[in-house]
């Protein structure tokens, strides 16, 4: 299994995950509007792991510009799809992943990665990556299901059952001090950490990280 495989994953999934609701709506507006007000009009930002470009569409015109990007290209093509008759301008989509989008020596003031960190095969190195993309003192904003914290059941037999099936994709396991900790040692100072889960702890802690 590789990250080819990954996009295949994702590329066959993607009309099922397009008609998907949000599972937790109150935790995704409190999230949308704490991303919302860390960003400046004048800011320049990357979105890795757009999907099929919800997010994208409800923060980009609040910034100078933005990128959505999926490593899937059925995901960007269904978020061309959903937002062609009603157009933001300099949101623009790609499908790419944030090791590729380093060799063009494009900052960005701010990163989002939502959903994304726990499914890339190389936490360090696309954490090397984001913290090469982000602009002097740029902000990285995720908010990542940790799986290492949760329950040993769905670690340990649940995702792996998915998987070997086809269910589920690539999940890597790690809790939210491992991750914090990924981040220090890259550079990044960890400005907050929040529990935007509307009922309890859901183990997607937000995190807002600054580069040094």
């Known amino acids: 299994m590789n990250t080819a495989s990954d996009a295949r994953f994702w590329d066959r999934t993607s009309r099922r995950y397009a008609r998907g609701a949000i ?8 999230t949308l509007e704490r991303t919302r ?7 320049r930002v990357l979105e890795l792991g757009c999907g099929t470009g919800t997010t994208a569409f409800r923060l980009a015109g609040d910034v100078r510009d ?7 290209a059925e995901m960007i093509a269904i978020s061309r ?3 062609a008759a009603d157009l933001v301008p300099h949101l623009a989509f790609r499908t790419s992943v944030a090791e590729t989008l380093v060799a063009e020596c494009v900052q960005y003031d701010a990163v ?9 095969r190389d936490l360090s190195g696309t954490l090397s990556s984001i913290h090469a993309l982000l602009a002097s003192r740029g902000l990285f904003i995720s908010k990542t299901p940790c799986v290492g914290d949760m ?8 995702l792996p059952a998915m998987r070997a099936v086809g269910l589920a994709p690539y999940a890597a396991s790690f809790g939210v001090a491992d991750l914090c900790q990924y981040m220090r040692l890259v550079g990044f100072d960890i400005l907050a950490t929040e529990n935007h889960a509307t009922a309890g702890n859901d183990n997607r802690p937000y995190i807002v990280a600054r580069k040094r």
């Open 23 to 30: 599972a937790d709506p109150a935790g995704y507006e409190r």
């Open 151 to 158: 329950n040993p059941l769905v670690r340990l037999a649940l």
């Open 112 to 120: 989002l990665a939502f959903n994304y960190l726990h499914l890339v």
């Open 37 to 43: 007000a860390l960003l400046l009009p004048d800011d």
């Open 81 to 83: 799809e959903r937002y």
């Open 66 to 72: 933005y990128l959505a990007t999926d490593i899937s």
